[in-house]
């Protein structure tokens, strides 16, 4: 069974930084797709950036140069490090697999003094 | 950017009934493999989103047979043959062919 489990969110104030986490199991980790996806609260969903290898990494206008994914393929895991966070980028942010396949259970990032 | 425009936005349904949800894409969705990448999702009250269909019609596994999917160019359309109560929550279709992937706004289905 796939399972996708987020962690790191929280409370953090404009212009902080903020690292989510993403540990996956159930599937081939290494090689495949793998998306962040966020939802403000009482909105709709919005892709994030998708990443398969170092080499293609794929980010909306609105986090590029601010947002970095990463991943460990050791350890079944991606990652979202969020700079330079602003009042609009909060929202549950969800992992998923390679076309939306499965989702995690989300993680809240509220951006605020 | 490709825009997804989904209609209605809300949607009243008697139990039993059926129920069809479209999405318009402000361009094609073909990939240059021919496939069409476009995918719906469930989003149930208080849980994370669920994928049900994807290259247009292709049901994931568990999804029942009363839903499906179709396409008219640039017109995609999800149906529910007859609306069941855990089918209440929200209903976006994405696009995955051109980056960056693009979501509809979403359609709220209700029970009248």
């Known amino acids: 069974e796939v399972q996708l489990v987020e962690s790191g969110g929280g409370l953090v104030q404009p212009g902080g930084s903020l690292r989510l986490s993403c540990a996956a199991s159930?599937?081939?980790?290494?090689?495949?797709?793998m998306h962040w996806v966020r939802q403000t609260p009482g909105k709709g969903l919005e892709w994030v950036a998708t990443?398969?290898?170092?080499?293609?990494?794929y980010y909306v206008d609105s986090v590029r140069g601010r947002f970095t994914i990463s991943r460990d393929n050791a350890k079944n895991s991606l990652y979202l490090q969020m700079d330079s966070l602003r009042a609009e980028d909060t929202a549950v942010y969800y992992c998923?697999?390679?076309?939306?396949?499965?989702w995690g259970q989300g993680a809240l990032v509220t951006v605020s003094s | 950017d490709v825009v997804m425009t989904q209609s209605p936005l809300s949607l009243p349904v008697t139990l039993g009934q059926p129920a069809s949800i479209s999405c318009r894409s402000s361009?094609?969705?073909?990939?240059?493999?021919?496939?069409?990448?476009l995918s719906w999702f469930q989003q149930r009250p208080g849980q994370s989103p669920r994928r049900l269909l994807y290259?247009?019609?292709n049901r994931d596994s568990g999804v029942p047979d009363r839903f499906s999917g179709s396409a008219s160019g640039t017109d995609f359309t999800l149906k529910i043959s007859r609306v069941e109560a855990e089918d209440v929550g929200f209903y976006y279709c994405?696009?995955?062919?051109?980056?960056?992937?693009?979501f509809g706004q979403g359609t709220e289905l209700e029970i009248k």
């Open positions: 998923a697999t390679e076309a939306g396949l499965s």
């Open positions: 159930g599937f081939t980790f290494s090689g495949s797709w």
């Open positions: 990443m398969k290898e170092e080499s293609e990494r």
């Open positions: 361009q094609s969705l073909v990939y240059s493999d021919g496939n069409t990448y």
């Open positions: 290259k247009i019609s």
């Open positions: 994405m696009q995955h062919t051109h980056w960056p992937h693009t």
